[in-house]
């Protein structure tokens, strides 16, 4: 695998229903953020990671709760979802602040498409 | 705050025709810019960016933007349209304040390639 890999990239869930999804990336960065994309909105940055620690929180609500176990992996757990939740989901990873220099570039997953019924 | 302004929603070109896709940024500070592309079923990946020095920037897929500061504008251009061009194209600007983790994004333009 390279680059940033997601998983699953369709997710149909209930609003009682609990799920995660997966990012995965493989190009060594220290940064890795959540994205939510919606129809017809700009790119929403939900949660930013830098050496596994959480460095953005975007206010975003508490039934999405997300979990970063090493600089590799970025699990985003959802629960007690709203139909208004469901979008495109983007894992993006950078090389981060300490690496990254000027204009640190993301890089992008194919994202989570999310429904809720 | 940030913000960044992308004219049209939807463009359409004919194939082989000049590609003209606009964006505009409110910004305190000079930013960083970016031009990514999103196509069917796939992640953002990066076209092109500015962050100093020549204005003029070169990106993949022969795309180019000019950063003008006066214009508070970043437009993406692509002399000759191609029919795998189709995709949608977001710019977006970095944060100073919070380095450059925090990207804003622009809505998006939709290019569609007449053949």
């Known amino acids: 695998e390279t680059g940033v890999t997601q998983t699953p990239r369709h997710l149909v869930m209930g609003m009682t229903n609990k799920k995660s999804l997966k990012c995965e990336q493989h190009?060594?960065?220290?940064?890795m953020y959540w994205y939510k994309q919606s129809a017809k909105k700009p790119l929403e940055l939900m949660f930013v990671?830098?050496?596994?620690?959480?460095?953005e929180n975007n206010s975003v609500p508490s039934r999405f709760s997300p979990e970063c176990p090493n600089s590799s992996h970025l699990f985003l757990h959802l629960h007690t979802l709203q139909p208004e939740d469901s979008a495109l989901y983007l894992c993006?990873?950078?090389?981060?602040?300490?690496?990254?220099?000027?204009?640190?570039?993301?890089?992008f997953g194919p994202g989570t498409r999310l429904t809720v019924l | 705050a940030q913000s960044v302004t992308q004219l049209g929603s939807h463009v359409s070109v004919s194939e082989g025709a000049l590609v003209l896709l606009r964006c505009n940024y409110s910004?305190?500070?000079?930013?960083?810019l970016f031009w990514y592309v999103q196509y069917p079923n796939q992640g953002l990946q990066l076209l092109l960016k500015?962050?100093?020095?020549?204005?003029l920037v070169k990106g993949i897929n022969g795309f180019e933007a000019e950063f003008k500061k006066s214009e508070t504008s970043f437009h993406l251009t692509k002399p000759s349209a191609h029919m795998s061009d189709a995709a949608e194209y977001f710019c977006?600007?970095?944060?100073?304040?919070?380095?450059?983790?925090?990207?804003?994004f622009g809505t998006g333009t939709r290019l569609t390639i007449i053949p």
């Open positions: 190009l060594g960065h220290n940064a």
């Open positions: 990671y830098n050496f596994k620690e959480q460095t």
């Open positions: 993006a990873s950078s090389q981060g602040p300490y690496g990254g220099g000027v204009a640190d570039t993301q890089y």
């Open positions: 910004s305190s500070v000079p930013p960083y």
């Open positions: 977006a600007v970095s944060d100073p304040d919070f380095g450059n983790e925090k990207l804003t």
């Open positions: 500015y962050t100093t020095g020549a204005t």
